[in-house]
Nanobody, 123 residues
């Protein structure tokens, strides 16, 4: 099971950028929650936004009103629409998922991280 992120890069202050993250692998039977974390140089990793399978969202105060998290359950994909980003949003963004793998041996619950994608916001 892996999470593959895309969409990072350089964006100007006040522009827009969309990150995508797709979960793939054998046996994925459900994904309870997906979301995005970020880590800036010299800082701890922090939650940006998350969304559950029924669409309940949670946002960090710093991004409320600017970023939107959404997901396509049929594609096991989560998105982060970043509008009006600021230089302080510059960080490596990591996709995260809590999911269930079902095999003939039963269910396994996994916490999976993506490899990270760099977002740089220029002023």
């Amino acid at each position: 099971v892996q999470l593959v992120e895309s969409g990072g890069g350089l964006v100007q202050d006040g522009g827009s950028l969309r990150l995508s993250c797709a979960a793939s692998g054998r046996g994925i039977s459900s994904i309870t929650a997906m979301g995005w974390y970020r880590q800036a140089p010299g800082k701890l990793r922090e939650l940006v936004a998350s969304i559950t399978s029924d669409g309940t969202t949670n946002y960090a105060d710093a991004v409320k009103g600017r970023f939107t998290v959404s997901r396509d359950n049929a594609k096991n994909t989560v998105y982060l629409q970043m509008n009006a980003p600021k230089p302080e949003d510059t960080a490596v963004y990591y996709c995260h998922a809590d999911l269930t793998i079902t095999t003939i041996e039963g269910n396994s619950y996994l916490e999976v991280w993506g490899q990270g994608t760099l977002v740089t916001v220029s002023s």
